[in-house]
């Protein structure tokens, strides 16, 4: 055996050591360069990424470096990222501009489909379930600076998606996204009354009963019509006075706030009253029938409504109950608003009108210049007894005409000549009446002397363009029948007078 110097195994024992060394050291740095890999591993996103190769003097550089997913090698020649880049512009145009980050949103379309939209909002987004009317149609351009809560996310849909003339109807945890025009066909929520507080915005439509106080329905259907979204519906009840509104759930609330400012206790003294006019001068019915003509319209049909009048005249002459006549216009147009109604009372002669108080005015004011007294004339009658002696021998007609009162005179006592074509030219003109009293002065000397007795001098007012008749008499009982019993002697007389 060969034995080597002491310094020989020394040399021997430190190059050994060396190498141990040097050994352990290249272990220890290992195991942190393949960790960092497997982390750079962890972060790629599930598309390939390219990795250049690493050498020597890349080892001081180690988050740089990128590892390959397993069974995804990169093609020779091809830029991973620009790769990954068209994948991502191959996805639909909404999906790629929403971002969900801890219970808040960032949204961000530019001219997007509003399928795409609803497709990302409601199934990625608010995670529910959808059903979307194949009608529904649209471009959507919406950006928000800052984020926007969950909870806001369907209010901020339901503005976008009004815009479209779309709106939202929830049904059994069901989103039924639908025109809006189809709200009253669909089977949203109704809710009856006219608080504005009580609507929340949750984004979606609902159908709206609204009482109408003050106002006409039909007035403020007319005013809030123009305030709808586009495609919504409004219907007028005109029997219980209310209107109906189906839109979504922000613009019923807004038109509420409307009807609370338009129709409040204000409008009261605007709307429709009862108004009575006392006729003074004329007839109710006939004044009443004028007005209709001139504020209803040509056409105006009268209906008959029966009413009993209680009062202490119809009590005691038991008179038939009378009749106020009622009109509503037809055909011309009117010249006061359509719930205007005029009747007449014949029983307190008065004009019964039901309008506004605008109405009224210029109703009044028609009234005061029909309702005029009338010309009239005093008709004057004498019936008196003549005695046929000496110069009334001949008759009275015959004493009046002769040439002692030195006028050209002519009475006839005949009822023919009564009629105005039979009477005379000149001279006198009715019995018993003339410009100079002549025929009363005669009778009136003829009483005197005991030649003649007025028995009568009965006289009526006329009105012009009226009918007056005088009936002068005397109340004569006539037996109509006479009845014997037999049990009484006096007879038992029906006695009329």
């Known amino acids: 055996m060969k034995a080597y110097p002491n310094n020989y195994l020394s040399k021997l024992s430190h190059v050994f050591f060396s190498v141990m060394l040097v050994f352990a050291l290249i272990c220890f740095i290992s195991e942190p ?22 050498d020597a003097n890349t080892s001081e550089q180690p988050s740089e470096q990128l590892a390959l997913p397993t069974g995804q090698p990169s093609e020779q020649g091809v830029n991973p990222i620009e790769q990954h880049q068209e994948q991502k512009a191959e996805s639909p145009s909404a999906e790629k501009n929403v971002e969900i980050a801890r219970g808040s949103v960032v949204l961000n379309f530019d001219d997007a489909d509003v399928y795409e939209v609803i497709q990302t909002i409601f199934g990625q987004v608010l995670k529910v379930n959808y059903i979307v009317d194949p009608r529904v149609k649209g471009r959507v351009t919406f950006r928000s600076i800052a984020p926007v809560a969950q909870k806001n996310v369907l209010p901020i849909m339901e503005v976008i998606l009004r815009l479209n003339g779309i709106a939202v109807v929830e049904e059994s945890d069901l989103y039924r996204i639908i025109l809006i025009n189809d709200i009253s066909k669909e089977p949203s929520d109704v809710q009856i009354g006219r608080d504005s507080s009580s609507i929340s915005l949750d984004g979606k ?6 009482p109408v106080r003050y106002m006409q329905s039909s007035d403020l259907v007319e005013l809030l019509k123009q305030f709808l979204s586009e495609n919504a519906v409004m219907i007028d009840v005109p029997m219980s006075n209310q209107i109906i509104i189906a839109d979504t759930d922000a613009n019923v609330k807004r038109l ?3 009807v609370e400012i338009f129709d409040n206790e204000q409008q009261k003294k605007k709307g429709p009253q009862v108004f009575v006019y006392p006729v003074q001068n004329g007839k109710a019915k006939d004044i009443a029938t004028q007005l209709q003509q001139i504020f209803l319209g040509e056409k ?11 009062t202490s005249r119809t009590k005691q002459k038991n008179e038939t109950p009378k009749q106020i006549s009622v009109t509503s216009a037809g055909g011309t147009e009117a010249l006061v608003s359509g719930i205007t109604r005029i009747y007449s009372d014949e029983t307190l002669n008065a004009i019964i009108i039901l309008s506004t108080p605008e109405d009224y005015e210029i109703i009044k004011d028609a009234i005061v210049k029909i309702d ?7 008709i004057e009658g004498m019936i008196a007894q003549i005695v046929l002696k000496d110069n009334l021998s001949f008759g009275l007609a015959w004493y009046i005409n002769s040439t002692k009162f030195g006028a050209d005179m002519t009475l006839s006592f005949n009822p023919e000549s009564l009629n105005p074509t039979n009477f005379p030219g000149t001279g006198l003109r009715l019995v018993g009446v003339d410009s100079g009293n002549a025929v009363r002065t005669v009778i009136s000397a003829l009483a005197t002397e005991s030649k003649a007795k007025l028995l009568a001098a009965p006289h009526i007012l006329v009105s012009d363009n009226r009918e007056a008749s005088i009936q002068v008499g005397q109340q004569v009982p006539i037996v109509t ?3 014997f019993g037999s049990t009484t002697v006096a007879p038992q007389r029906t006695i009329q007078y």
Not at 33 to 54: D, M, R
């Open 33 to 54: 360069v393949t960790a960092q890999e497997a982390s750079s591993q962890e972060q790629v996103t599930g598309f390939p990424e390219q990795l250049s190769k690493q």
């Open 205 to 210: 439509a609902l159908l709206q009963v609204v």
């Open 481 to 483: 029948s006479e009845t």
């Open 256 to 258: 509420l706030k409307l």
């Open 300 to 310: 105006a049909v009268s209906k008959e409504i029966k009413a009993t009048v209680s």
């Open 372 to 378: 005029l007294v009338p010309r009239q004339v005093m």
